[in-house]
């Protein structure tokens, strides 16, 4: 375990900011599933309640407050009147996902655990079939800028099937004018349209902000299986998955005659577009414009009838993609090459497409995914896009890949085949990271190897250390912690016979626990605490093997692993 020191220091600056945090002035409470209290809002205990209590929070919140709502099943209303929406308001941030008893956005169980569910199924009969009574629009934003926050839900159920009133497009959140709402945090599931955007329709200048939200199984009818963009302004799309979206065209991302989108670490894969005139089944883009796509992986999207499956360029000669992935899309009777990834006459730069594509710093290598096909798009080892961007061409201020691990890490062993300097941005929505665990240098103990099978040492994650020891293969195997890895003296302390133990780290190395060795082989699980501080701090690991059944109980020392605790 973490020694007591270095856990009381970690938890005292949290303890601190707990104590400078103001009173919950302008905070209103929602839980659907409440059954007491003064439905009120004032408190959890009194938390507006019932399937309407968002909206009843929604109608008391002005500008400077904010919402915290428990997981559980919001409805728009409780008539069956489809027209009604979530409106959001300008000030007002909603946070969902809540347990019920925290006190800020960040004590909140991780995201996807335990949504807070925004529901077009008026009357409880989706599971039949019967879509009809459904929510045209679970979201509407008229009015709204970027203070208008939503974070922490679901958004399912949206049927925008009617005729006129923009009754037939936007399933999960309507945007018909220059408005620029903030969505993060959030999951659109299973909304549906007839014209387009199953998700999200946009127009007249909206320039919405979408963050690490995932688009999946819409059904967008002529255009845009989640999102159909036409006229729009600065869109942001970053970290955001497009998954098993469908429409005529543009299976997942239509983007019409739009000045200023943005596209960034988005993965789109399983997309379809069914249109012989369409296309596009992940992305498509059209009309004019100038959409920006960098750093995405647009992988296995499909088109049934129009050749192109992953990116469709119709008449936008401004749009630029670099630092993209653009592989395993399939176009008519099984047909994948190049020209079923992208057509000709996009200015396509430093990115991996299957098939090859003219630009410059594009590849036709296999980007030698993780395991692609249990949905792990992570680049593997010796991936060649690896280090391989143009970083000049990554937007200012994206800092972050789709898993939310920075951006710019450099693997030694990979070469630098990209533009800028290093670190060099990687290709697709995943940066590779460097090993969590690294073998310090010069400082070896005997035959004993100390590793890591764990991929990472992070906040609040397990980390598991394994010993090999040589010399005297059964005993007790020791594990010692050095805080901040630093050493001007040398490795260690020189053991004559047994090379260096972590005597003379500051402070003083810890023993992190035992674990018997048998055949040789020991292991021994870390858990770092939850504690935010340790993000960024290093630490040293050695191990030490002793033979409690040889006389004198001989040691042997294990090399020294060195690791930085990610956030």
């Not at 020191?5 to 103001?22: D, E, G, Q, V």
């Not at 309507?174 to 946009?202: H, K």
Request: hydrophobic share 40%.
């Amino acid at each position: 375990m973490i020694p007591p020191s270095l856990r009381s220091a970690a938890l005292l600056p949290l303890a601190l900011l707990a104590a400078a945090l103001p009173a919950a002035a302008g905070t209103l409470y929602v839980n659907a599933g409440l059954g007491s209290g003064n439905d009120d809002g004032s408190s959890w205990a009194d938390a507006f309640r019932g399937p309407e209590g968002l909206q009843d929070a929604l109608a008391a919140a002005v500008s400077g407050d904010q919402i915290f709502v428990a997981a559980g099943r919001y409805l728009p209303t409780a008539t069956a009147t489809r027209t009604i929406s979530f409106a959001l308001k300008n000030g007002v941030a909603i946070y969902g996902s809540f347990l019920g008893n925290e006190t800020s956005p960040a004590e909140r169980p991780p995201i996807g655990t335990n949504w807070s569910i925004l529901d077009g199924d008026l009357l409880g009969n989706d599971a039949s079939g019967a879509l009809g009574d459904n929510s045209f629009h679970l979201l509407t934003a008229a009015g709204t800028n970027a203070s208008a926050l939503l974070d922490g839900f679901t958004v399912r159920g949206g049927n925008a099937n009617g005729a006129g009133g923009n009754n037939d497009r936007g399933g999960g959140i309507l945007i018909v004018s220059a408005v620029s709402p903030t969505i993060r945090n959030c999951l659109f599931t299973d909304n549906r349209c007839t014209f387009g955007g199953a998700a999200g329709y946009i127009n007249n200048g909206g320039a919405p902000a979408f963050s690490a939200c995932t688009f999946q199984n819409g059904q967008g009818g002529s255009f845009g299986g989640a999102f159909d963009i036409a006229g729009g302004g600065a869109v942001r799309f970053d970290r955001c998955i497009f998954r098993n979206n469908t429409a005529g065209r543009a299976g997942a991302l239509e983007i019409f005659a739009s000045t200023g989108p943005q596209v960034t670490n988005c993965l789109f894969v399983g997309n379809t577009a069914t249109s012989a005139t369409g296309g596009g089944g992940g992305v498509w883009v059209g009309t004019g414009g100038n959409p920006v796509l960098r750093n995405c992986t647009i992988v296995g999207n499909f088109s049934t009838s129009q050749a192109v499956a992953g990116l469709r360029n119709q008449n936008a000669p401004a749009a630029t993609v670099a630092n993209c992935i653009l592989y395993d899309n399939v176009g008519p009777a099984g047909a994948q090459g190049a020209g079923n990834q992208a057509n000709t006459g996009t200015n396509i730069t430093y990115s991996l497409v299957e098939g090859g594509y003219a630009g410059t710093g594009n590849s036709s290598a296999d980007p030698l995914f993780v395991a692609p096909l249990s949905g792990d798009f992570r680049l593997g080892a010796g991936s060649p896009g690896i280090d391989a961007g143009n970083n000049n061409a990554v937007p200012a201020g994206i800092l972050l890949d789709l898993a939310g691990q920075p951006r710019f890490q450099d693997l030694p062993a990979a070469p630098d085949t990209g533009l800028g300097q290093a670190p060099l941005v990687d290709l697709g929505a995943f940066e590779a990271l460097p090993p969590a665990f690294v073998a310090r240098p010069g400082c070896f103990g005997n035959t004993a190897q100390l590793s890591s099978p764990s991929p990472a040492l992070a906040v609040g994650q397990p980390a598991s250390l394994s010993l090999s020891a040589g010399l005297y293969p059964t005993g007790l195997a020791l594990f010692y912690l050095g805080l901040d890895g630093s050493d001007p003296a040398g490795c260690g302390l020189p053991l004559a016979g047994l090379g260096e133990l972590l005597l003379t780290l500051a402070p003083a190395p810890t023993l992190l626990g035992s674990a018997p060795t048998a055949a040789g082989q020991s292991s021994f699980l870390l858990l770092v605490p939850a504690t935010p501080v340790l993000a960024g701090k290093a630490v040293a690991f050695q191990a030490a093997n002793v033979d409690l059944l040889g006389a004198g109980n001989p040691v042997e020392l294990s090399n020294s692993l060195l690791a930085t605790i990610a956030p």
